[in-house]
């Protein structure tokens, strides 16, 4: 199952988005969430959905350990593209990319599977950041086996599971 219900603690705030948005339709802004703030939910929802330990932020490139001790690198985006990647020193074992869609509360895991996979399809050095195309993600994550995918745990983030 790739696709998730957003927990409400998130949804609360998707919904408040939505009413200041309403509320000022007439000037044409957006709010929306992106930035470090979808890239924090991500790395959220991704720790609850995979049981990963996350890493205090040290700008490796890795995110967090998974329950089997590989290193992991969580990409997330509420705007239909593809994950954004910069030149680091280290590479994670694995990738997870999320995407939220945020007018429906729900999620989705594109891709779950070898960082190295995605990391191919970059150019071999590159400025800044470099973006891969969600169709390119969604077409490498049909390539990953089975055994090479993290578990999920949880069918919905136990943030929506009740205590």
């Given amino acids: 199952m790739k696709s998730f219900d957003l927990p409400s603690v998130i949804t609360d705030l998707v919904l408040a988005r939505n009413r200041l948005r309403d509320h000022y339709r007439s000037a044409a802004l957006d709010f929306t969430v992106d930035g470090n703030l979808i890239g924090d939910i991500g790395e959220a929802l991704a720790a609850e959905l995979f049981g990963l330990k996350l890493s205090t932020r040290n700008g490796t490139g890795i995110d967090g350990h998974s329950p089997d001790g590989r290193s992991v690198q969580v990409k997330a985006t509420g705007t239909n593209r593809g994950p954004a990647f910069r030149m680091v020193d280290t590479r994670a074992d694995h990738l997870l990319f999320l995407v939220f869609d945020l007018e429906n509360l729900k999620g989705e895991v594109v891709y779950n599977g070898p960082e190295n996979t995605v990391i191919k399809l970059l150019?071999?050095?590159?400025?800044?950041?470099?973006?891969?195309?969600?169709?390119?993600?969604?077409?490498?994550?049909?390539?990953?086996?089975d055994g090479q995918r993290l578990a999920r745990l949880w069918a919905t983030p136990a943030a929506m599971v009740p205590r």
């Fill in 123 to 145: 150019p071999e050095a590159w400025i800044g950041q470099k973006t891969i195309p969600l169709m390119r993600m969604s077409q490498a994550d049909v390539m990953v086996k």
